[in-house]
C-alpha cells in the first residue's frame, strides 16, 4: 500500500492571520485534514488493486473501478478531503510566489483579474451548504469556474484543478460565524499564486 500522509504545511497555523485565524487553521489541518486521511486509508486499505495508486490517480478513475456503492462513495468523500485539502494548503501563503503564465491564461480566459475575482467570489458565496469552488483546467485547456458539492474533485470530471476555497463552515466558522462572504473576501489576501 502507499504511503500517504498529510502535506507538510509551508506556513504555520498562525501565519495567515487576520485572514485565517490560528485556531482554525491548526483544527482543520490537524482534525479535519487528518481525519479525511485516516478515513480514507481505513477504506482504501481493503482495496489492493487501488492502494499502490497515486491519489489524483484513484479520483480520475473512480468510476471505472468495480467498486460496491458505499465504498465508492467512501473513498470519493475522504480521498476527495484528502487530495482537495492538500490542493488547498500549497497555494495559501502571505508571501507571494506568483504564477505569471496563470495569471495571463486567466486574463485570456476571463477577460481580467478583476473579472476572475468576481466570478469566483459571486459562485462562492451562491454555493448552498458543503462544498468548494473551484478554478480548474478542462479537457479543452480552457479555465473554468464552478463550485461542487461535498468533497466532489473536478479530477472525476476529466479537470485538472488549480485553485479551491474550501466553503465548509469548518473552514471558517470560528471566526466568521455566518459571515461567509467576508471569509470568501479575506481568501484573495492568503493566495500565494495570485495578486489579486
Ligand atoms: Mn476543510
Redesign the pocket.
Known amino acids: 500500500m502507499r504511503k500517504y500522509e498529510l502535506p507538510k504545511l509551508n506556513f504555520n497555523f498562525s501565519d495567515l492571520e487576520p485572514y485565517m485565524d490560528e485556531k482554525t487553521v491548526e483544527i482543520?489541518y490537524s482534525k479535519?485534514?487528518q481525519n479525511y486521511l485516516n478515513n480514507f486509508l481505513t477504506i482504501i486499505e481493503k482495496y489492493p488493486q487501488i492502494n499502490e495508486l497515486e491519489i489524483t490517480e484513484i479520483l480520475k478513475n473512480i468510476n471505472s473501478y468495480d467498486l460496491p456503492t458505499e465504498d465508492k462513495q467512501k473513498i470519493i468523500n475522504n480521498g476527495g478531503?484528502y487530495y482537495n485539502?492538500n490542493l488547498?494548503w500549497l497555494n495559501l501563503g502571505k508571501e507571494k510566489e506568483l504564477n505569471e503564465k496563470l495569471k495571463q491564461e486567466i486574463i485570456e480566459n476571463f477577460n481580467s483579474l478583476e473579472n476572475f475575482k468576481k466570478e469566483f467570489s459571486e459562485k462562492s458565496i451562491s454555493h448552498f451548504a458543503s462544498g468548494w469552488t473551484w478554478l480548474i483546467r478542462d479537457e479543452n485547456n480552457k479555465l473554468q469556474i464552478y463550485s461542487l458539492k461535498n468533497q466532489d474533485c473536478p479530477l472525476t470530471l476529466g479537470h485538472i484543478p488549480i485553485l479551491n476555497l474550501?466553503l465548509?463552515e469548518?473552514?471558517y466558522y470560528l471566526k466568521y460565524q455566518n459571515r461567509r462572504a467576508d471569509f470568501i473576501e479575506n481568501f484573495w489576501n492568503i493566495i500565494k499564486i495570485l495578486d489579486l
Open positions: 482543520h479535519h485534514h478531503g485539502h488547498f474550501d465548509w469548518h473552514a
